[in-house]
């Protein structure tokens, strides 16, 4: 007979094994699932958070391109820009953004430091860079120079207010080659006239600014003014090449000027004298008188004319030059000498004063000139 008891010890095992095996199988499963879970909420952590880093890394590159391009705001067109944005582009981690951006701060900084001592140079020539070839190879050197301590050498290689002062003394030096005995000399705001003696013992003086500011005009180059003057405005007949000073009635002053020539105006002369002499004579009662007249007149009538008529062989020129010549001259004398001054002869001058002052002699009413003869020649 079969044992039952066994059989059913026997069902009883199978059923613990299944039941046993079920729940390994289930926990398995369950581990599986929540490993499964577990790494794909590390790995959404992971994919977020690396996108994140990618986001912000685009933002960084963003912003550092923004910085690049405000630094070469000056220097839209510099190829050195477009390499920096180019690096930045490629860069992997804010680091090396970090490391762009620093590289170019260095690059603009000494940039500026090469264009600002550059027209530093070009400043103090101003007007005369030009004229220098020493400062335009200077300024070559500097354009290609790799550090601030190469540019600093270059600085101190060579005298800038040397080479600058030898440009102007050259230029002065030309200008007084025109001969001229006077010179219309504009520095530092003032104005006078110089002999060449004058401006070439004084330019050794002269302060570098004051000769960039030098200005020299032959008086041969000065525009001429004609006045008409009466003598009580300028005293004595000022003669060619004297200097002058023109101010109003008011005591302002006008400009200076040299007498290119001048006239007294004369239509005619006349001259009398007349003299009478008178006598009585008292003898034995009886008295007789006796007087007697004489009168002397002279009188040259139209002395245009007789200019006129010398001009065209009519009057004898060395004749009537003898009897005119220098007549403003011999009146200056002839009236030092008497001390009497004709306050009645106007005089004609024609002027040479600078370009700027003429309109300011034109619209004055010469009736309100006031001349100062400041030297003689």
Known sequence: MVDTSKIKALKEKSRRTVKSGSLKFILIILVVVIVGLLAFIAYNEISNLQFQEKITLENQKKAAIESINQMFAKYPNDPQKLIYINKIQMANNIEEINEVLEEAKKYISFKNYKIEAINQIKSMYGEYYSLSLSAQELVH???LAQSTEEIENLLKSVDIEKDIRSIIEKQIDYVLASGDKYYYVEINGKSMFMTRDEILKYKKFWTLSELKSLKITPVSQLNKVAIEISAKQCGKLPHKGDIISIYSKDGSFITYGIIDSSYVILSSISYSESKSTSSNI??????????????????LNNLPG???????????YDKIKKMFG?????????????????ENVNYFLIISIPDDK??????????????VIKSKE
């Open 141 to 143: 050197k500097i354009s």
């Open 282 to 299: 008292n003898e034995l009662g009886e008295s007789y008188s006796s007087s007697s007249s004489s009168s002397i007149s002279y009188s």
């Open 306 to 316: 007789i200019l006129h008529a010398t001009v065209i062989d009519r009057l004898d």
């Open 326 to 342: 220098e007549y403003g001259k011999k009146l200056n004398e002839i009236e030092d000498d008497t001390q009497i001054f004709d």
């Open 358 to 371: 003429i309109p300011d002699i034109i619209q004055i009413d010469p009736k309100d000139i006031v001349i």
